[in-house]
């Protein structure tokens, strides 16, 4: 994200960003997705799709975990 991305509001004022700083943390995330035959192939689809774009966006040190529901929750991955 960049300073463009937020708006500072300061006593009824809005001012803009001018720098954004930020750590480079890792991520702990457990994705959670609805994998339900209401989705529908297509859908299905995209949700694999976004899941793989996030996925290629980690860095080594996030670790990520997986849960999937339709008439049941399963957890696929346990955070690693």
């Given at each position: 994200?960049?300073?463009?991305?937020?708006?500072?509001?300061?006593?009824?004022?809005?001012r803009?960003?001018?720098?954004?700083?930020?750590?480079?943390?890792p991520?702990?995330?457990?994705l959670?997705?609805?994998?339900?035959?209401?989705?529908?192939?297509?859908?299905?689809?995209?949700?694999?799709?976004?899941?793989?774009?996030?996925?290629?966006?980690?860095?080594?040190?996030?670790?990520?975990?997986?849960?999937?529901?339709?008439?049941?929750?399963?957890?696929?991955?346990?955070?690693?």
């Amino acid at each position: 994200l960049t300073a463009q991305h937020f708006t500072i509001v300061d006593n009824g004022t809005t001012r803009p960003a001018v720098q954004v700083f930020h750590e480079a943390v890792p991520l702990h995330l457990v994705l959670c997705l609805d994998t339900s035959s209401s989705l529908g192939a297509s859908g299905l689809e995209r949700l694999r799709d976004a899941a793989d774009g996030l996925l290629q966006s980690l860095r080594s040190d996030d670790r990520v975990g997986l849960v999937t529901f339709a008439e049941a929750v399963d957890v696929r991955v346990v955070p690693t």
